[in-house]
């Protein structure tokens, strides 16, 4: 709440909107603004997790239109290129901009 509200109670130190939250404790980190970039933060949240030994796995969501940026075939290439522990989801929202 006190992320969502800017006082001095956000965790993050006002240093992201209030709408992306992030929890440490729970590993859920934020999200970006922008949709395709988080598959890439998956992805290197994932690689991190391995490189530490850990046993978690990282996920992320985007919507159809983003498969059309580059950030989501960046993400792809090094998720299998480094055997990433990530699942990444699309999900056919139909509210892509660019494509039908």
Same mark, same amino acid.
């Given at each position: ?26 590993? &859920? ?10 598959? %890439? ?9 391995? %490189? ?19 950030? &989501? ?26 494509? &039908?």
């Amino acid at each position: 709440m006190c992320q969502a509200m800017s006082n001095q109670g956000d965790p993050l130190k006002g240093r992201q909107l209030p709408v992306l939250h992030a929890y440490k404790r729970a590993a &859920f980190f934020t999200v970006s603004g922008t949709p395709a970039t988080q598959f %890439i933060q998956a992805v290197g949240w994932a690689m991190a997790l391995a %490189i530490k030994g850990d046993s978690r796995i990282a996920a992320a969501w985007i919507g159809d239109g983003a498969t059309a940026e580059a950030d &989501f075939h960046t993400a792809l290439t090094f998720a299998d290129v480094y055997r990433a522990p990530v699942i990444l989801n699309v999900a056919n929202n139909q509210w892509a901009i660019s494509t &039908f």
